[in-house]
C-alpha cells in the first residue's frame, strides 16, 4: 500500500486480482470487495493488502452526515434483518401503484388487470395518484416523493427504513479471535 497514511474505509476504490473494485464493509474479520463487474470478494486484510495487483486508487472522501447513509447504499439486501426486505417489498408494490397504475409496475402485469380508478393513468395525474398513496398509507405526500426519488437512485435498498439498518462499529471490525 502505497505510505501508511492511505487506510480502506467503505466507498474506497482498490485494484485487486486485475479488477477496480470498491470496498463495501468490513465484518468479522474479513474486507468485502465488489468490482464494477458485480463479482463479490470477501478477503482477510492480509491476504488483500498482500496481493500482488494490490493498489488503493483512490481513497473516499464521504460528504454524508451518517454512518447508516454510507451503509444503505453500499449494503447488500441479502445481508437485511429478516422482515426488513419485506417491508421495502412492500413499499415498492404501492410505489408502483401510484406510478404506473399497476402492483407490478408493468402495464398488463397480470393479464386482464387494470388499475383501479384512483390510480389509472389514463384518468389521473400523477400528482393526484401520489397524493392518494400518501393518504392510503398514512403518511405526507412529501415523504412518499422522498421515497419515490430514494427508488429511483437506488432501487429496492433505497426503500429500506433506515431506522433499521445497524450501522458498523468498531467492534465489527475486530478479528473474531
Known amino acids: 500500500m502505497e505510505g501508511s497514511s492511505r487506510k480502506l474505509a467503505i466507498g474506497t476504490k ?11 464493509g468490513f465484518a468479522n474479520g474479513t474486507v468485502r470487495l465488489r468490482s464494477h463487474a458485480g463479482k463479490l470478494f470477501l478477503l482477510n486484510p492480509r491476504e488483500l ?14 460528504d ?31 410505489l408502483n ?6 402492483p ?5 402485469e397480470p393479464a386482464g388487470f387494470s388499475p383501479r ?8 395525474m400523477m400528482t393526484q395518484r401520489m397524493a392518494t398513496k400518501a393518504n392510503e398509507l398514512g403518511i405526507s405526500a412529501p415523504k412518499l416523493w ?3 426519488k430514494r427508488y429511483e437512485e437506488s432501487g429496492l435498498m433505497g426503500l429500506v427504513d433506515r431506522r433499521k ?3 458498523l462499529t468498531a467492534a465489527d471490525r475486530l478479528d473474531s479471535r
Not at 51 to 60: K, Y
Not at 117 to 124: K, L
Open 14 to 24: 482498490v485494484l485487486f486480482d486485475g479488477e477496480t473494485c470498491t470496498v463495501q
Open 49 to 62: 493488502v498482500g496481493a500482488e495487483d494490490f493498489e488503493v486508487l483512490e481513497d473516499f472522501e464521504s
Open 64 to 94: 454524508v452526515d451518517e454512518p447508516s447513509d454510507v451503509l444503505l447504499h453500499t449494503a447488500e439486501l441479502g445481508d437485511l434483518e429478516p422482515g426488513v426486505r419485506e417491508e421495502a417489498e412492500e413499499r415498492r408494490v404501492h
Open 97 to 102: 401503484e401510484a406510478i404506473t397504475g399497476y
Open 104 to 108: 407490478s409496475g408493468k402495464p398488463g
Open 117 to 124: 380508478a384512483e390510480y389509472d393513468p389514463s384518468e389521473t
Open 146 to 148: 422522498r421515497l419515490k
Open 165 to 167: 439498518i445497524r450501522p
